[in-house]
């Protein structure tokens, strides 16, 4: 009897560990996919303005795609932050618990 109190709980943490296991790797296709068909209609998009691959001014202009994606999501965040602490100021909440999840919303969003 003692041995299966013992055995029972390591069985479920395998079979958890093997979930998040398989949930992260999910997770890491999904993004590779995306990446991808990101990659595919980047290419789509120079090419319908006339650069031919191969060539140095394709490579320019799939760079500036990048850039320009990477601009617009920095640009995001920060009105998304912005946005938090603004609220955060007016929001009116007093006391210790209000001020630490204020604080947590602002961490969550601001990093």
């Not at 069985?11 to 093997?18: F, I, K, R, S, Y």
């Not at 031919?52 to 965040?77: H, P, V, W, Y």
């Not at 100021?89 to 999840?101: H, I, K, M, R």
């Amino acid at each position: 009897m003692n041995k299966i109190l013992i055995l029972l709980p390591m069985l479920l943490l395998m079979g958890c560990a093997d979930y998040l296991a398989e949930r992260d790797r999910q997770k890491v296709e999904r993004e590779r996919m995306s990446q991808e068909l990101q990659m595919k209609n980047d290419k789509k998009t120079c090419e319908y303005y006339g650069f031919k691959k191969g060539t140095s001014q394709f490579s320019n202009c799939l760079m500036q795609i990048d850039i320009a994606r990477k601009e617009n999501i920095r640009t995001r965040k920060m009105l998304e932050c912005e946005a938090v602490r603004r609220d955060n100021a007016n929001s009116g909440v007093t006391g210790f618990w209000g001020g630490v999840l204020m604080g947590a919303r602002e961490n969550l969003v601001c990093d």
